[in-house]
């Protein structure tokens, strides 16, 4: 036009919450409530790729948390299987202790969970079970368990990784004297003091696919590796 003016051919309603936050740099609470709402700002928020509220708008998802960026928020949601499904965070290494018996003390008991490890080399992965932690040294039957790569040395993009069928009667394995262990063997085994100690290992696959065809290197480059932080979120 004329006048030099801009048109926008987006969703109105929508456009004016992406205005107030530009002005205010909040989201009104009650757009943050709204389950109907939410989807429709991640996608605008995403088209004019304002990253800050994107973070806001996952937050709300897995809050408290600082391992996690959007994109990881937004696909492990995706790998869960409910998409505005929200987590709870119930145990942070660098905050509550990297000792087994913190883990357990803290997730044992408390539904189904999704693990986020961060290594020492700053490669991002973990694992999701349904079933609850406990410390009584036995396999446990989860055919709804997965594992995840974020971030890894051979920039495979975030891939989940699913249980083998004929395998899935040792998904997690619970010890009180280690802290979240997937599969037997152990395809993720997370030692005591995972932060001091590289006992802690990665013997995959053994009870989860590998589709990316890196085996024990896939998730830190090694089979043994130390922990900088860990995060476990229950659903909320």
Known sequence: PDDKSIFIDRNGKIFTYILEYLRTNTVPINVMKDETLIPSLIVEAEYFRLMSLLDVLANRFFPNGTLLKFEHKKKLNEFYGKTNQRWELIYKATRDGFDANAFHSRCN?????????KSNNNYLFGGYTA????????????????????????????????????????????????????????????????????????????????TTGKGSNTFTGAYYFTTSDIEVFKLA
């Open 131 to 210: 079933i609850p932690w406990a410390s009584d040294g036995l396999g446990k039957n989860d055919t709804t368990a997965f594992l995840f790569t974020f971030t890894n040395p051979h920039s495979i993009p975030p891939t989940k990784y699913l249980i083998d069928s004929s395998k899935a009667t040792n998904a997690v394995y619970h010890q009180i004297g280690i802290g979240p262990t997937f599969g037997s063997g152990h395809d993720i085994t997370l030692e005591n003091a995972s932060n001091t100690k590289s006992s802690s290992h990665t013997n995959f696959p053994n009870t989860y696919l590998d």
């Open 109 to 117: 008991d408390k539904g189904p969970t999704i693990t986020i490890i």
